[in-house]
Nanobody, 121 residues
Framework: QVQLVESGGGLVQPGGSLGLSCAAS????????MAWYRQAPGKQRELVAA???????TYADSVKGRFTISRDNAKNAVYLRMSSLKPEDTAVYYC???????????????WGQGTQVTVSS
């Protein structure tokens, strides 16, 4: 069974930096797009950044220039580097990936367990 395991997160002061990591555990055939989402209290989950298996990364307007998404295909991992953090970045951050388990099959949508990021002085 495949799981997305997240690490990182925590409490950081405004203007600070933080990194999130997410790796797929178990055997996978391939991973297509990978992404980070976030959900603040009382708000809907929103896309923060996405990185396809090939092609350009995309970012929410609110994080452009401050966050960087990257991936390591050899490790089946995706990362989110966050800098110049603001209180409004406070949320639970979720890793997401489209994973194919076998050569004959379809991509399935997987989610990490979520990790809390709190930006506060």
């Amino acid at each position: 069974q495949v799981q997305l395991v997240e690490s990182g997160g925590g409490l950081v002061q405004p203007g600070g930096s933080l990194g999130l990591s997410c790796a797929a555990s178990g055997t996978v055939f391939s991973i297509n797009a990978m992404a980070w989402y976030r959900q603040a209290p009382g708000k809907q989950r929103e896309l923060v950044a996405a990185i396809p298996s090939g092609g350009r990364t995309t970012y929410a307007d609110s994080v452009k220039g401050r966050f960087t998404i990257s991936r390591d295909n050899a490790k089946n991992a995706v990362y989110l580097r966050m800098s110049s953090l603001k209180p409004e970045d406070t949320a639970v951050y979720y890793c997401n990936a489209l994973i194919r388990l076998a050569a004959i099959g379809r991509d399935a949508n997987y989610w990490g367990q979520g990790t809390q990021v709190t930006v506060s002085s």
